[in-house]
């Protein structure tokens, strides 16, 4: 069959991927370039033609610059849930899209993690044991407690999921008020009435310009006497100084996977505050993290490819 009676070629689209088309799989013949964000980047004449930019999960920072070298560039798909990061780098007319769903299972099981070891008192335990002393005593139980989760999205959703079992109240906040599945979801107007009443809070909101600086002197006061703070959303959520002052007091707790700043540098106050737990931002960063950014990945260029309407997007041309 001739070329014309088969009609036209179909134009070839070219992807850039932080992963090798076969370990995504599923994939339909397409013209990928793949660069995890290390190393210098792709040649110029291939970045002029990048239609579809999936950007490197651990080496962002690394990409952004390169998006105002990509003139055809159609989409740019996030491997992270917060995509403030990029916004700012975005070109017009180019749609972005994040990676909700990818990191809720990980995400959800640090925050549990970071709640149950601060209660119990494992880093207190681990110092022990590293000094060969044994340091018996009492612990809070997350059982018969309330928790607040503050940012009932699919993370925030996630979170409340793995509580329920330890027997715990949950309460919920939001943006808006909605109906979820397990109970009433609270708008952030109703935090300082809910404050008082929470035992734990959970910071899982993206970070916003109503969102930074959200818990703040006023916020932390407002919640009970030896409450137990716990971030997995973004550092910048927290105002650093105000949490100081209430963890130097005594007042409350904190479990931190975010910090502002971020990377935590060496001799910042906040490592040698007192109950304080904080791990490196490994909230995403877990071995449930590359099967379902695969899966993100296999999903979206599929649909790209045949035209059809992208999940996750958070900024479309025109809006």
Same mark, same amino acid.
């Given at each position: 069959?001739? /070329? /014309?009676?088969?009609?036209?070629?179909?134009?070839?689209?070219? @992807?850039?991927?932080?992963?090798?088309?076969? $370990? @995504?799989?599923?994939?339909?013949?397409?013209?990928?370039?793949?660069?995890?964000?290390?190393?210098?980047?792709?040649?110029?004449?291939?970045?002029?033609?990048?239609?579809?930019?999936?950007?490197?999960?651990?080496?962002?920072?690394?990409?952004?610059?390169?998006?105002?070298?990509?003139? #055809?560039?159609?989409?740019?798909? /996030?491997?992270?849930?917060?995509?403030?990061?990029?916004?700012?780098? %975005?070109?017009?007319?180019?749609?972005?899209?994040?990676?909700?769903?990818?990191?809720?299972?990980?995400?959800?099981?640090?925050?549990?993690?970071?709640?149950?070891?601060?209660?119990?008192? @494992?880093?207190?335990?681990?110092?022990?044991?590293?000094?060969?002393?044994?340091?018996?005593?009492?612990?809070?139980?997350?059982?018969?407690?309330?928790?607040?989760?503050?940012?009932?999205?699919?993370?925030?959703?996630?979170?409340?999921?793995?509580?329920?079992?330890?027997?715990?109240?949950?309460? #919920?906040?939001?943006?808006?008020?909605?109906?979820?599945?397990?109970?009433?979801?609270?708008?952030?107007?109703?935090?300082?009435?809910?404050?008082?009443?929470?035992?734990?809070?959970?910071?899982?909101?993206? %970070?916003?310009?109503?969102?930074?600086?959200?818990?703040?002197?006023?916020?932390?006061?407002?919640?009970?006497?030896?409450?137990?703070?716990?971030?997995?959303?973004?550092?910048?959520?927290?105002?650093?100084?105000?949490?100081?002052? $209430?963890?130097?007091?005594?007042?409350?707790?904190?479990?931190?996977?975010?910090?502002?700043?971020?990377?935590?540098?060496?001799?910042?106050?906040?490592?040698?505050?007192?109950?304080?737990? @904080?791990?490196?931002?490994?909230?995403?960063? /877990?071995?449930?993290?590359?099967?379902?950014?695969?899966?993100?990945? #296999?999903? $979206? %260029?599929? #649909?790209?490819?045949?035209?059809?309407?992208?999940?996750?997007?958070?900024v479309a041309p025109g809006a």
């Open positions: 069959m001739s /070329s /014309s009676a088969a009609g036209p070629a179909r134009p070839t689209v070219r @992807i850039l991927l932080p992963y090798p088309p076969a $370990q @995504i799989g599923r994939l339909p013949e397409l013209a990928a370039t793949v660069w995890d964000g290390r190393g210098e980047p792709p040649p110029a004449p291939l970045l002029a033609a990048v239609e579809f930019f999936v950007l490197p999960y651990l080496h962002a920072a690394a990409a952004l610059p390169l998006l105002d070298r990509m003139p #055809r560039l159609r989409v740019v798909q /996030s491997l992270s849930a917060g995509v403030e990061n990029v916004v700012p780098f %975005l070109p017009p007319g180019v749609t972005l899209c994040n990676a909700r769903g990818v990191h809720d299972t990980s995400t959800a099981e640090l925050a549990v993690t970071l709640v149950l070891a601060a209660l119990r008192g @494992i880093p207190d335990f681990v110092r022990a044991q590293d000094a060969g002393v044994w340091r018996p005593g009492p612990a809070a139980s997350l059982a018969d407690r309330t928790v607040l989760v503050v940012g009932h999205g699919s993370i925030g959703a996630a979170v409340e999921e793995r509580l329920v079992p330890f027997e715990c109240e949950v309460l #919920r906040v939001a943006r808006t008020a909605r109906t979820a599945p397990r109970g009433p979801v609270h708008p952030l107007a109703e935090l300082p009435g809910l404050l008082p009443r929470a035992d734990v809070v959970v910071l899982t909101l993206p %970070l916003t310009e109503t969102t930074r600086g959200l818990v703040d002197a006023r916020f932390l006061a407002a919640m009970k006497d030896g409450a137990l703070l716990v971030n997995v959303a973004r550092g910048a959520v927290v105002d650093t100084d105000a949490l100081l002052a $209430q963890l130097r007091s005594g007042r409350l707790a904190a479990a931190l996977d975010v910090t502002d700043p971020e990377p935590l540098p060496a001799g910042h106050p906040l490592w040698h505050a007192p109950n304080t737990l @904080i791990s490196p931002h490994t909230g995403g960063n /877990s071995s449930a993290f590359l099967p379902r950014a695969h899966r993100l990945i #296999r999903t $979206q %260029l599929n #649909r790209f490819l045949a035209g059809e309407r992208l999940e996750n997007v958070v």
